[in-house]
């Protein structure tokens, strides 16, 4: 399966990133997150031609295939989906960002089942939507939660995620990326360091780029419509 056209888009993706962090007075880098999910092995080796060197996937599972499939490749692997606690002893040590730890719970199995002398990267996910279905910590739990994962000595906090509510309305996009910014602002003023900001898909990334997106994760964009 080829991807015609995929290093076009990837750079019409870094303009459109650079004028909106423009606007905004923003200057830092953006890692552009190639969703491979539900995609075949190729993808990842097209996004890896079209100069991007981060993949996401949502299932560990697909996630580990790809890899046994392409050892070796240059490209960092990021779990960008739900983890539930009985698959963190597979995802731990394979993936060099793991974007959803939303709880306590979870970030102790991680921290367990991680080798021993390693450091497993991780964003804690945080619901900015209040939507009931969205995973990640309630805002009001976030700093007890922070405070808890910091402690733990494998794992290595790097920030936050989270995804805004499905809509079009520009409005709702931004409230959801601008309070994951403010929580990540407050919690670096209580002394955690939180230099990533995981936010912003297809269809919302350039508001989040707008609000401070350090990670934006792009699949449909990219690649079209997925299979199921």
């Given at each position: 399966?080829?991807?015609?056209?995929?290093?076009?888009?990837?750079?019409?993706?870094?303009?459109?990133?650079?004028?909106?962090?423009?606007?905004?007075?923003?200057?830092?880098?953006?890692?552009?997150?190639?969703?491979?999910?539900?995609?075949?092995?190729?993808?990842?080796?097209?996004?890896?031609?079209?100069?991007?060197?981060?993949?996401?996937?949502?299932?560990?599972?697909?996630?580990?295939?790809?890899?046994?499939?392409?050892?070796?490749?240059?490209?960092?692997?990021?779990?960008?989906?739900?983890?539930?606690?009985?698959?963190?002893?597979?995802?731990?040590?394979?993936?060099?960002?793991?974007?959803?730890?939303?709880?306590?719970?979870?970030?102790?199995?991680?921290?367990?089942?991680?080798?021993?002398?390693?450091?497993?990267?991780?964003?804690?996910?945080?619901?900015?939507?209040?939507?009931?279905?969205?995973?990640g910590v309630e805002p009001d739990q976030l700093p007890?939660?922070?405070?808890?994962?910091?402690?733990?000595?494998?794992?290595?906090?790097?920030?936050?995620?989270?995804?805004?509510?499905?809509?079009?309305?520009?409005?709702?996009?931004?409230?959801?990326?601008?309070?994951?910014?403010?929580?990540?602002?407050?919690?670096?003023?209580?002394?955690?360091?939180?230099?990533?900001?995981?936010?912003?898909?297809?269809?919302?990334?350039?508001?989040?780029?707008?609000?401070?997106?350090?990670?934006?994760?792009?699949?449909?964009?990219?690649?079209?419509?997925?299979?199921?």
């Open positions: 399966m080829s991807y015609p056209g995929l290093a076009g888009r990837v750079g019409q993706v870094r303009d459109a990133i650079r004028e909106h962090q423009a606007r905004a007075g923003w200057t830092h880098p953006v890692t552009i997150i190639a969703v491979t999910k539900t995609h075949p092995a190729e993808a990842v080796t097209a996004a890896l031609a079209a100069g991007l060197t981060a993949v996401g996937e949502n299932r560990v599972q697909e996630a580990l295939a790809k890899q046994e499939a392409l050892p070796g490749i240059p490209v960092e692997w990021h779990l960008i989906g739900s983890l539930q606690r009985n698959k963190a002893r597979q995802a731990v040590n394979r993936f060099a960002l793991i974007h959803s730890v939303d709880s306590l719970a979870l970030a102790q199995e991680l921290d367990r089942r991680a080798a021993p002398g390693s450091r497993q990267r991780v964003l804690v996910q945080v619901n900015c939507s209040a939507e009931p279905q969205k995973g007890a939660l922070l405070e808890a994962v910091a402690r733990l000595e494998r794992l290595d906090l790097q920030g936050l995620m989270t995804m805004a509510a499905l809509t079009e309305d520009l409005a709702v996009q931004r409230q959801a990326f601008r309070l994951l910014r403010e929580l990540r602002d407050a919690a670096q003023g209580q002394g955690h360091r939180l230099p990533e900001l995981s936010m912003g898909m297809s269809g919302d990334y350039l508001v989040a780029v707008e609000e401070g997106a350090t990670m934006v994760r792009l699949g449909t964009l990219l690649f079209g419509e997925r299979g199921t």
